[in-house]
Structures are given as structure tokens and as C-alpha cells.
């Protein structure tokens, strides 16, 4: 598929996302932030916005709910369906000397409807053998994935041996434009 200047996404479908990474609660460790990224088929054209980020870190003093209240703006043109965009969620925890340790995994499909949509992304952690969970406790760290696509991929990620973390919350606002067009009612 060839896109060709301005004028080319005038014939084409586009998606504006708009919203937040409202925050993160049910984690085991305060001190959070949230690596993030969205993930589209190769139909898919990031017209403005960024395709990743990272939240600050919040360490609540009364409850275990994290804020970040972190934005996300995008805009997408398309010709198609396939490959419809989906979020993908690392969740941090950072510790008392400042190191970093991973706290869950997660991702979601961004709502094909429009209108303000609000998610809650249940994320999980590997969780390794007993040796490696008994040194966790002691130690810190623990296992982490070495191809991150897994994570929205699907097909390996069923045979990983994981624990069920936390969630985060995010709010979005969907925005379709042309995609009557193509054949779908919004």
C-alpha cells in the first residue's frame, strides 16, 4: 500500500484516539510507572502522536491506586480493518535505591466504536521456576520476557507460566472518520 502526500489520507479511514492512562491499582508494590505502546497492522498509518511512551512514577501514601493521569493522543489512517490497534502495558515498580523491576505485563484492543470508553486492563507477570520465584523474595528482580511482542502477539503467550498482577485503568476517546467508506457503520 503506497500513501501519498495529504491529499491521499483524504480517501482513506482515520481513527483519532484521545484519552489517558488514568492510573494502576491491586499491584503488591507502590512506587509505579507504565511503559506503553500501541501496535497496528501493516495497513496502518501513524498520521501524529506518538506510537510509545512512559508515565511518571507515583508512590500514593494512602492507598495502593497509582495516578498518572497520562496522556494519549493519536491519528491513524487506514484502508483497512485488519490489524486494528491495541495498547500494550509494561507495568514498573521502582524501588527505594531507584532500581526497576517489572510488575506486570498487559494490553488491550483499542474500542472500535466511538465515543469515551473507559478500560480496565488486567495484566499479568511471568513467573518462572521455584528457584527463581524463591530468589525474587529475597533479591528482587524476577523473570521478564525476551520478545516483548509476545505480549500481544498470542500464540507463545499461552504456554508462559504466569500470575495474574494488577490493573490499569485508561479512558479513551474514540474518533471514526471515513469509515463508511469502506463498508463499516460506526
Request: glycine content about 12%; proline content about 5%; some cysteine.
Amino acid at each position: 500500500m503506497k500513501f501519498h502526500g495529504p491529499r491521499a489520507t483524504l480517501r482513506m479511514a482515520e481513527l483519532h484516539i484521545i484519552g489517558q492512562i488514568v492510573g494502576a491499582s491491586g499491584f503488591p508494590h507502590s512506587s509505579l510507572f507504565c511503559k506503553w505502546g500501541i501496535h497496528t497492522g501493516g495497513a496502518w498509518r501513524l498520521l501524529s502522536g506518538l506510537r510509545e511512551g512512559q508515565t511518571q512514577v507515583d508512590s500514593p501514601q494512602t492507598s495502593d491506586v497509582a495516578f498518572w493521569s497520562h496522556p494519549i493522543d493519536l491519528h491513524y489512517a487506514t484502508k483497512g480493518l485488519q490489524g486494528w490497534p491495541k495498547l500494550h502495558l509494561q507495568v514498573w515498580h521502582q524501588d527505594s535505591f531507584g532500581r526497576c523491576e517489572l510488575s506486570g505485563y498487559g494490553y488491550c484492543h483499542v474500542p472500535s466504536s466511538p465515543g469515551h470508553h473507559r478500560l480496565r486492563c488486567a495484566t499479568w507477570r511471568p513467573l518462572g521456576s521455584w528457584q527463581e520465584q524463591l530468589a525474587q523474595s529475597f533479591v528482587g528482580g524476577g523473570p521478564q520476557l525476551r520478545f516483548p511482542d509476545v505480549i500481544y502477539s498470542g500464540a507463545d503467550r499461552y504456554r508462559l507460566h504466569t500470575g495474574a498482577a494488577g490493573t490499569v485503568e485508561l479512558e479513551l476517546g474514540i474518533i471514526l472518520r471515513n469509515f463508511d467508506k469502506y463498508g463499516v457503520e460506526s
